[in-house]
């Protein structure tokens, strides 16, 4: 009779395949047009809540103020337009 050695293979297990994310960027289009929504409402656009994502920022938010290449938040951030990664009404 041969012996053998049973290992729990729950133990530790490795996943050796790598795995690859794909992250889809929003284009300038759709954040231009979820901006002239916030701003052409009929409320306050100090009054909508966003979802803002860049490159160093992940929160929500309020934009009180827009331009042609910035917009300023309401804790007082002036953020780049073309920075925006993702921009969301919450």
């Not at 809540?49 to 007082?76: A, G, H, P, S």
């Amino acid at each position: 009779m041969k012996t053998s050695l049973f290992k729990n293979s729950n133990i530790n297990p490795i996943d050796h395949n790598k795995k690859m994310i794909h992250v889809k960027e929003n284009n300038n289009n759709n954040i231009e047009s979820v901006l002239d929504k916030i701003f052409n409402s009929i409320g306050n656009p100090y009054n909508i809540k966003v979802l803002l994502r860049t490159n160093n920022i992940n929160k929500e938010t309020y934009i009180v103020f827009r331009n042609k290449n910035y917009i300023t938040t309401l804790d007082n951030e002036l953020i780049p337009i073309k920075d925006i990664t993702y921009l969301e009404i919450k």
